[in-house]
């Protein structure tokens, strides 16, 4: 009998294991977080993989934040390593659907959420970071997706 049940509870072993990690790897990386908040209300949020090092992680975040304000001097910069993100920052990262338009790089070393009070203007702001990004190298040039829709 127990014979027969080794390869259950092999499975369900892995499976509890896997579900675990999925939770707790991520609180053990640093995410680089650039929020940045424009006058006319756009709000764009830079999202980056996690990095195993808090010094790495605020690199990348000094040169998200650096970009940001030569493109738009009136905004608000808010800068930020974070250990374990937020579940629909998590999700954002992957390439399930969100609720907002949102930007990638091929490479996934980017992500950016648009949010503005009308979806219209969040859409139009991905369009022009996708048109803005065409000088870029290949794997960094940005792809927009509209709300709702696989990235």
């Known amino acids: 009998m127990l014979r027969k049940l080794m390869p259950l509870l092999l499975v369900a072993t892995t499976v509890g294991l896997t579900a675990a990690a999925i939770e707790l790897v991520p609180l053990t990386l640093f995410f680089p977080v650039v929020d940045v908040f ?27 934040a650096k970009s940001s304000s030569t493109v738009c001097r009136d905004c608000k910069i808010v800068r930020r390593c974070v ?52 000088s870029y190298g290949v794997e960094s040039r940005l792809s927009c997706f509209a709300a709702g829709v696989p990235r």
């Open 38 to 64: 424009a006058p006319d209300g756009i709000q764009t949020t830079f999202l980056q993989p996690g990095q195993t090092k808090a010094s790495e992680c605020e690199h990348m975040m000094g040169e998200a």
């Open 83 to 134: 250990q374990g993100l937020p579940a629909a920052q998590r999700r954002a990262l992957t390439r399930e659907p969100i609720a907002q338009p949102s930007a990638r790089a091929r490479d996934g070393a980017l992500t950016v959420v648009f949010s503005a009070p009308d979806p219209n203007v969040a859409m139009d702001a991905c369009r022009r970071s996708e048109q803005m990004s065409a």
